[in-house]
């Protein structure tokens, strides 16, 4: 992927070439498929950089050998995926030189189809989260859980800097249909992600008010403290 220079946590500026942004407005294409939008979101970026590389038509090809390292998604998950996107028209593949698969995303037709999607009103409904491999790594390889914990980076930091603390710390809002939009993740597999990210010891949750929502926290010291390595990956705050 395109390198990219960025600022995070501690002001340090790096270079991180395995970084793209699961965009959010794509889930719609998809009929919420989180795979498929992270699939795409990915290939999208790509074939933009590539075509601008090389600057000629738009019927440019290019060589996908680390689709699956890069998006996290398994070789069953990347062929449903795959098959997704070539049943709505957005992906073409072929066989290049030596069999080698290539991937060629259209994107005037992926314009055409974003104009027609629906205007949401919710402040989550449109995100572009910033996804890389430090942070899939550190969520245990899952990549529902790598894509809330990136997510929960940005809003952490936005709450720091607009809420007051209260006893316990500074928490968030955000609630299971939220997360569905954002994500397109249903109940049972937000609830397994939150395991995970539970078991790392910077993520916390609680039910607080009335009537009773979901709040979170996420301990980014404490992230820094366990997963250094995240202060050289791109977080997107």
Known sequence: MEIRSINIL??????????????????????????ATVLLSYCKQRQQMENDNQNIDADLFWFGSNLASVTGLS?????????????????????????????????DRLEEQLALSPQET????????PMNQEILN?????????LMLSY??????????TLSADAFGIYWPMQQKQWYRLLGLKRHKQES????????????????????RNEFHLDLNRLMTVAPRLAKATTGV
């Open 10 to 35: 501690n002001n340090i500026e790096i270079q991180d070439k395995w970084s793209f942004y699961f965009n959010s407005g794509l889930l719609f294409l998809v009929n919420g498929n989180t795979d």
């Open 75 to 107: 070789r069953r998950r990347m062929d449903s995926a795959r098959s997704h996107l070539r049943t709505i028209g957005i992906l073409n593949e072929r066989r290049g030189w030596q069999s080698r698969l290539e991937f060629h995303i259209d994107l």
């Open 122 to 129: 919710e402040s989550t409904a449109r995100e572009e989260i």
């Open 138 to 146: 550190f969520a245990g390889k899952n990549l529902h859980a790598a």
């Open 152 to 161: 929960a980076v940005i809003r952490q930091k936005e709450a720091n800097e």
């Open 193 to 212: 992600a939150r395991k995970v990210l539970c078991e790392t010891g910077c993520w916390k949750e609680r039910q607080w008010g009335w009537p009773a």
